[in-house]
């Protein structure tokens, strides 16, 4: 923009920081990078761990079904049915406009996905993977370091 500490000023201190600074400001790199459009590094591992009950994501646990953006942001995931997912549930991850969205399905895979809402996100042209959430947390982060344009939407309980 201009001399004095415009977007020029302000994307060189940005590019200059990479690798700098704790893990969990990664996220906030990597929102701050694609305002201005730069390339970030991918992130090796955004989701840390998952068990039963709990998912750790760039160094904060849930206790609480999540949905997780290749942006690093992260927000409670709400479904009208408990272990149904229906179009409406993921239809603020859609507003993304990810390339492909992940689903969780719990520990045992007791939530189900409708073929309703299957359909729904391939109409839109968003890939989709349906898997326990252990393997599903596994396949985002894979996809991350692919720098997949990719959500996840995962149960972690039953």
Same mark, same amino acid.
């Given at each position: 923009?201009?001399?004095? *500490? ?5 994307? =060189? ?24 459009? @730069?390339?970030?590094?991918?992130? %090796? ?20 079904? @999540? +949905? ?7 927000? %409670? =995931? =709400?479904?009208? !049915? *408990?272990?149904? @997912?229906?179009?409406?549930?993921? +239809? ?7 390339? $492909? $969205? ?22 839109? *042209?968003? +890939?989709?993977?349906?898997? @326990?959430? !252990? ?16 959500? *996840? ?6």
């Amino acid at each position: 923009m201009d001399e004095n *500490g415009g977007l020029r000023s302000l994307r =060189w201190r940005f590019e200059s920081s990479w690798g700098h600074g704790d893990r969990g400001e990664t996220a906030s790199r990597q929102v701050v990078a694609l305002q201005l459009g @730069v390339r970030v590094p991918p992130i %090796s591992q955004m989701i840390e761990h998952y068990k039963f009950g709990e998912i750790k994501i760039s160094g904060k646990e849930y206790n609480f079904d @999540v +949905e997780v953006r290749w942006t690093g942001k992260v927000l %409670s =995931w =709400w479904r009208r !049915e *408990g272990h149904t @997912v229906n179009s409406e549930d993921v +239809e603020r991850a859609l507003k993304e406009n990810p390339e $492909i $969205i992940i689903i969780g399905t719990g520990a045992y895979g007791v939530c189900e996905v409708t073929k309703d809402c299957q359909n729904f996100i391939k109409e839109k *042209g968003v +890939e989709l993977i349906v898997d @326990v959430t !252990e393997k599903a947390v596994e396949k985002f982060n894979e996809l991350l370091k692919h720098s997949k344009k990719v959500i *996840g939407l995962f149960h972690l309980t039953c």
